[in-house]
């Protein structure tokens, strides 16, 4: 890193439990603005529980989170994206059974008061809907008052990056979102994703797949049974050596249980 | 072509009711020589369906979220009760502020546990049922609550269902103003939109932010105060109650939702749907009367009209999407 810039997140000392189950281990680590992150690692190695407490899903069970040098102590998802942090997860975010206008401001509805009464304001939705169909490449044919099951895969992923960087938000966490896409639209979700960094937002990035994230990643976090094994740029490291670390394992004492 | 005709359908969940209430409605009319459709038949036919779509558009929200509650039928006996009631021996004013508020604190009862406990809302308003039907035998001890001349020419009985307008009873508007003011509250409100979001994904409409325990209150409640509400504007226009009042409503409630094109798991919702699919369920009831056939009869119609919609439901939405997409 360069001279001693403030970290946006840091997270010190975090565990994790779910019930007898530790997703986490006194994980440590600090995030940059402006920095595209790859978060790797096998399944269960704590990437996606290691996300889910920067956007509010769940409290870690110990330890510190820092969002610009602030403390959190409260972990919601609607305090998460209200501080700027939006997260494109595999499985969730979009409700299958509402048009895309609808989908696009949940939770955060623009309203239009007559008599105090908060009346969601449509027409600004299905506008803005509109514009991010156009801006971030989904078919032109795509209705925005069509649901969003009518979506192919990558451009469900597009449309929740259009989301965010509506809402403005400052970090954005990519959770797998190049899984079933195709190899095209896996190339236009990278090429958002560097887009979103250079234009200085915190990008990070899991992923599964070694050789494309270190095409596209500043640095990489790897983490092995719910603990940070390494962290490191991406000049310091090959793809090969990435894929092995992972694959192997550090084979020290990460993996061992300590006190939550 | 059939794909548009499939989107046409999908967005609007009520299309099948529209038009099953037609067929319905030409039939019964032939086959009683025209007596289903005399003004004496309306008249009963439309009071009894306000009633039963005010409770069922309560459910109808419930089910959008994707659960269901049974307990409404006991919550109508209780708004039924606490209005006669206390009106009689106490103020029709104060009977109206109880009934209502009894019914909106059975509703959050139910929706808190659900909501903060998660525990599967066909059992938590299972148990409500049975403890406000046990509590409405109770304090009516196998007779009945009447109201006095006196209290039936009152202001408030009136307005509360007691009073015909042009031969139509007030029922019937309170039901036109609740569909209405419920359609604006489910498309044209936030609210409505983060009930339908918990319905079609609760873990996604989490993740952005809606407070996905709320919502889940926030209908149980509204189904418990409409549910009280549709007790006490029947209970004043028959003008007595008793211990069995709105018994297996619960059932009709549920089958004019998901006749009406509510889906079950959640996510669809129709409230002009969910009128028609009330109108259906009484239209028939009424046939069988006027046929002369036993009303017992008529349990077993719904059994099997709830199986069917239920499946038809299923079914339907699957096949309309398929079309959809290709």
């Given at each position: 890193m360069e001279t001693e810039r403030a970290p946006l997140i840091s997270l010190r000392n975090v565990n994790l439990w779910y019930g007898t189950v530790q997703?986490?281990?006194d994980v440590s680590v600090d995030f940059y603005q402006g920095e595209l992150v790859g978060l790797v690692g096998d399944n269960g190695a704590g990437k996606t529980s290691l996300v889910n407490i920067i956007s509010g899903i769940v409290a870690p069970t110990s330890g510190e989170v820092y969002l610009d040098g602030q403390r959190i102590t409260s972990f919601h998802p609607k305090l998460a994206i209200d501080l700027g942090v939006e997260t494109t997860q595999q499985s969730v975010?979009?409700?299958?059974?509402?048009?895309i206008a609808r989908n696009y401001f949940l939770g955060r509805e623009p309203v239009r008061r007559i008599a105090g009464i908060p009346f969601i304001d449509l027409g600004k939705m299905r506008k803005e809907g509109r514009k991010a169909i156009t801006a971030f490449g989904l078919?032109?044919?795509?209705?925005?008052?069509?649901?969003?099951?009518?979506?192919s895969g990558g451009e469900r992923q597009a449309f929740k990056i259009a989301r965010a960087v509506y809402f403005r938000s400052r970090i954005l966490i990519m959770d797998?979102?190049?899984?079933?896409?195709?190899v095209r639209e896996r190339e236009r979700v990278n090429d958002l994703a560097v887009q979103l960094k250079d234009q200085s937002l915190l990008v990070i990035y899991i992923t599964h797949d070694i050789f494309q994230i270190h095409r596209i990643a500043d640095r990489f976090i790897i983490l092995e049974n719910g603990a940070k094994v390494a962290d490191v740029p991406r000049?310091?490291?090959s793809a090969e050596d990435l894929e092995r670390i992972i694959r192997?394992?550090?084979?020290?004492?990460?993996?061992s249980p300590r006190s939550g | 072509m059939r794909v548009s005709l499939a989107r046409f359908v999908l967005k609007r969940p009520e299309t099948s009711a529209v038009v099953v209430t037609a067929i319905l409605v030409t039939f019964l009319t032939i086959t009683t020589g025209g007596t289903w459709l005399s003004f004496a038949n309306l008249q009963s036919v439309s009071r009894i369906t306000a009633v039963l779509a005010i409770m069922a558009f309560g459910e109808a929200l419930v089910i959008s979220t994707g659960e269901v509650d049974v307990s409404v039928g006991s919550v109508f006996a209780m708004g039924a009760l606490i209005f006669i009631g206390v009106g009689r021996t106490v103020n029709l004013g104060v009977a109206l502020l109880l009934a209502l508020g009894g019914g909106l604190l059975i509703g959050l009862l139910n929706g808190a546990v659900v909501a903060f406990?998660?525990?599967?809302s066909l059992i938590v308003t299972l148990g409500t049922l049975f403890l406000f039907r046990g509590i409405a035998y109770g304090v009516t001890e196998g007779f009945y609550f009447g109201a006095s001349d006196e209290v039936r020419s009152r202001l408030i009985f009136n307005v509360m269902g007691g009073a015909n307008l042009g031969g139509v009873n007030v029922a019937v508007l309170w039901a036109l103003v609740a569909l209405l003011v419920l359609h604006v509250v489910m498309f044209y409100m936030p609210m409505g939109n983060r009930i339908l979001a918990v319905g079609g994904n609760a873990a996604s409409a989490y993740s952005r932010g809606v407070n996905v325990a709320r919502v889940r209150l926030i209908v149980f409640a509204l189904s418990g105060l409409l549910a009280a509400f549709a007790g006490m504007l029947d209970a004043a226009s028959i003008g007595y109650v008793d211990?069995?009042?709105?018994?297996?409503m619960e059932l009709e409630a549920i089958a004019a939702a998901v006749l009406g094109g509510c889906s079950l798991v959640g996510g669809r919702c129709s409230l002009l749907g969910t009128l028609l699919g009330a109108f259906l369920l009484r239209a028939v009831g009424s046939y069988l009367v006027i046929l002369g056939i036993?009303?017992?009869?008529f349990i077993l119609l719904l059994g099997v009209i709830v199986v069917l919609a239920s499946l038809s439901d299923r079914v339907l939405t699957k096949l309309l999407f398929r079309l959809q997409q290709r």
């Open positions: 997703a986490l281990r975010g979009l409700c299958d059974n509402l048009s078919r032109e044919s795509v209705d925005v008052d069509g649901e969003v099951a009518l979506l797998e979102p190049t899984n079933n896409l195709s000049n310091l490291m192997e394992g550090v084979g020290n004492d990460a993996g | 406990f998660r525990v599967p211990g069995s009042f709105g018994e297996l036993q009303p017992q009869w």
